[in-house]
């Protein structure tokens, strides 16, 4: 009975999250920012939702104050994502936080259970259209992620990133050597210099 009782529970918050995402335009956007704190771990102040945002496991997901999410942007929150203050993502953004288990090639993989991997993205990011973060990934503060990219791995922060894999292209703000050392892959020799 607890059980049922559960399970209808998770089924009406999906149907609730489903028809909130779907509304459009300024209404849509009202009641998103009004409603999502009622699912979601935390939700600061002043987020922006547009529609189509699809979002797993809400009450493992964080998010600050003033962020923006454009359409159609995909949240599986299973492993933990955590948006900081001032995170833009662009529309079509994939954050990922759960893989399937593939270890063992005598089990099939649907049958091999999930790796949960928490996803942290740091203050004044901007991921572009179409971005895909991986599991396991933290997004370095004020990074700024191209579009298309797929990011498997972490990003310092300022960095300017592209491509899949996602490579460091460029900065914002040049960081020391000693503090990235442990987060990137070598640099590509082709960096843009920021400020
Ligand atoms: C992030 C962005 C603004 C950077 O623009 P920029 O500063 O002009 O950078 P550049 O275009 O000069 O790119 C720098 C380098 O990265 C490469 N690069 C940029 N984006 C890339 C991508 N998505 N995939 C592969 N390489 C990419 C460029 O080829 C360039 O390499 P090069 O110096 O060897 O020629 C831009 O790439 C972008 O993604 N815009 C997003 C648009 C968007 O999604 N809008 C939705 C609004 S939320």
Redesign the pocket.
């Known amino acids: 009975m607890k059980e049922s009782w559960w399970a209808l529970r998770v089924q009406l918050k999906a149907l609730a999250l489903w028809f909130l995402s779907g509304i459009p335009e300024a209404p849509g956007m009202w009641a998103r920012r009004a409603c999502m704190r009622l699912f979601l771990q935390s939700l600061g102040p002043k987020a922006v939702f547009q529609s189509g945002l699809r979002v797993t496991n809400p009450e493992r997901v964080a998010i600050g104050a003033h962020c923006r999410f454009?359409q159609g942007v995909s949240i599986t929150g299973g492993g933990g994502v955590r948006n900081a203050d001032r995170v833009?993502i662009?529309?079509d953004v994939k954050i990922w936080s759960v893989n399937h288990r593939f270890e063992d090639p005598a089990v099939p993989i649907q049958l091999q259970g999930w790796d949960h991997k928490p996803v942290s993205i740091e203050e004044d990011v901007?991921l572009?259209?179409?971005v895909f973060i991986m599991p396991g990934v933290t997004i370095g503060r004020g990074a700024?992620i191209?579009?298309?990219?797929v990011v498997h791995k972490s990003i310092p922060p300022y960095a300017?990133v592209?491509?899949n894999p996602a490579r460091v292209?460029?900065w914002r703000k040049r960081p020391d050597d000693a503090d990235i050392g442990h987060l990137v892959e070598p640099i590509s020799r082709?960096v843009?210099i920021g400020a």
Request: glycine letters at 20%.
């Open positions: 454009g833009s662009g529309p901007w572009a259209a179409n700024v191209s579009a298309c990219s300017l592209a491509g292209v460029g082709n843009k």
